[in-house]
């Protein structure tokens, strides 16, 4: 993330995840990611429909 900040000039980055990936949403919280919003039913995968959560995280 600084690298994203310092080279790249962002201010912001995001992330998106199944809604039932648990493990990966607590690891973006604990990075300080926050959620956004809601994406139902945005894919289907396998036969399976999947809704995605994003999120974003200020770096400035």
Known sequence: ???AQRE??????TAKTTTHN???VKVLE???????HTEVDAVVLNGQVLSFLHFIKQLA
């Open 30 to 36: 604990k990075l300080g990611f926050v959620k956004s």
């Open 22 to 24: 648990e493990a990966s």
């Open 8 to 13: 790249l000039g962002l201010t912001c980055l």
């Open 1 to 3: 993330m600084e690298f």
